[in-house]
């Protein structure tokens, strides 16, 4: 069964701190990974996409990276700010005729000030 | 970059009743969109996946006769919602799939619909 799991479900810090979010996925066959962020009562928004060759790639204070052979991928946010506070959600597409997306649960993330 | 709108962005409505809910994809064309409904804390769950000038498909579990779909153009897709009761009551979005020029589909989300059933 295709599954997204992320970690932690929420963490809280403080504005100016770096957190990196975790997700492990078992989807198969793979064409991308996604992260979105979630802004509480709203749609999500895309943050980056990777597909199976690329390991890291970066969108202004955020940085994700990509371990296909262990199937795992982290979102690395920087000098966190108020704004950050969101969900974040990974999400991985499925390859082939599989376009479907498989979401993980998401980690809830509040900076403080 | 793409932008997916939906309207109303909240409806309250009495149970027993139907609800229309509008998915735009305002400056590009989409053949496919999605609904997903999202319970608080939860992640998004995909009810069914609609395709221009054909029959939506629906997942499994999710009632075709009282989630009508409909996406009669490049750039609306409708859900209806017959009968509703409370327990329908929830966040709907929707999502449209481009066609980049990257070898993947990207999809692009609507800001959401809250619908509360009294």
């Known amino acids: 069964k295709n599954q997204v799991e992320q970690s932690p479900q929420s963490l809280i810090i403080l504005e100016g701190k770096n957190c990196t979010l975790q997700?492990?996925?078992?989807?198969?066959?793979?064409?991308?990974l996604r992260w979105y962020k979630q802004d509480t009562g709203r749609g999500p928004v895309s943050l980056t996409i990777m597909t199976f060759s690329e390991n890291t790639k970066s969108n202004g204070r955020y940085t994700a990276t990509l371990d296909a052979d262990t199937k795992q991928s982290s979102l690395h946010i920087t000098a966190s700010q108020l704004s950050d506070s969101a969900s974040y959600i990974c999400?991985?597409?499925?390859?082939?005729?599989?376009?479907?997306?498989?979401f993980g649960k998401g980690t809830l993330l509040t900076v403080n000030p | 970059g793409a932008v997916v709108s939906q309207h109303p962005s909240r409806v309250i409505c009495k149970s027993g009743t139907s609800v229309k809910i509008e998915c735009r994809s305002l400056d590009f064309q989409a053949t496919t969109m999605f609904w997903y409904r999202q319970f608080p804390k939860q992640s998004l769950m995909l009810m069914a996946t609609?395709?221009?000038?054909?029959?939506?498909?629906?997942e499994q579990g999710v009632e075709k006769d009282k989630f009508l779909i409909n996406h009669a153009s490049l750039t609306l897709s409708t859900l209806t919602v017959t009968s509703a009761h409370p327990e329908d009551s929830s966040f709907y979005i929707c999502?449209?799939?481009?066609?980049?020029?990257?070898?993947?589909?990207?999809?692009?989300f609507g800001p959401g619909t809250r619908l509360t059933v009294t």
């Open positions: 999502s449209a799939r481009d066609i980049p020029g990257q070898g993947h589909y990207e999809q692009y």
């Open positions: 997700c492990n996925y078992t989807v198969s066959p793979f064409s991308n």
């Open positions: 999400v991985v597409s499925g390859g082939g005729s599989n376009y479907k997306l498989t």
């Open positions: 609609s395709n221009e000038g054909s029959k939506a498909t629906y």
